[in-house]
Each structure stands twice: as C-alpha cells, then as structure tokens.
C-alpha cells in the first residue's frame, strides 16, 4: 500500500522558514518523480514544485529563489525547502508521487498524501 505522509507545517512569521517533509513508503521510490502542490481556501491546487525520479527539479515562478526541493533516497523522502515565507505562501501542502514523472501537471500524479498546513503571519 503506498503512502504518502506530509510533516513540517505549522505557524511562522513572514519572512521566516520552514522545511517540509514528504515520507513515501509502499511502492520503489528511486523510480518515482514527486511534486509538492498547495491549496489555499477556495483556490485550486497549484503546483509548488517537483522533482524527477533522476533529481532534475521545476518551480512555480511565485517561489523559484525562495524555495529548494531536494530528495534523499536512502531515505525515501523528499524535502521541501522554504525561505523567505510570503502571506501568499499560506495553504495545506500536498506532495504526490508519480512513477518516471515529475511534472507541473496535477493530473500526472498517481498518488498523493493528506497534507500538511502552513500558516504565515505578517
């Protein structure tokens, strides 16, 4: 059974950082692209940013500079670095995981986690 599990969110000041994390467990996670998403209230899921199977990383232009995506795969995670946090940056963060992907596409991924929310305070 695949899963993925999202940690790292919680409250920070604008300005400030925090670093995401994304635990996979359930499926060969060095043939997996995985892409983290957000969601704020009564907006659609947008991309964030992903990383390939063969760790070549894409951005949303609102966060290129500011945020890092990274993977460890003897860890089967995927982190997500983020600096310089914006009011805009607030929402529930998604990752997902898609087999030789890792794509801007939201429809490109095969299986996503519950989320985790961040909240930036000005």
């Known amino acids: 059974q695949v899963q993925l599990v999202e940690s790292g969110g919680g409250l920070v000041q604008a300005g400030g950082s925090l670093r995401l994390s994304c635990a996979v467990s359930g499926l060969s996670f060095s043939n997996y692209g995985v892409g983290w998403f957000r969601q704020a209230p009564g907006k659609e899921r947008d991309f964030v940013a992903a990383?390939?199977?063969?760790?070549?990383?894409t951005y949303a232009d609102s966060v290129k500079g500011r945020f890092t995506i990274t993977r460890a795969n003897a860890k089967n995670t995927v982190y997500l670095q983020m600096n310089a946090l914006k009011s805009e940056d607030a929402a529930v963060y998604y990752c997902?995981?898609?087999?030789w992907g890792g794509g801007r596409r939201r429809e490109e991924y095969e299986h996503w986690g519950q989320g985790t929310q961040v909240t930036v305070s000005s």
């Open positions: 990383i390939t199977w063969i760790g070549t990383s």
């Open positions: 997902a995981s898609v087999r």
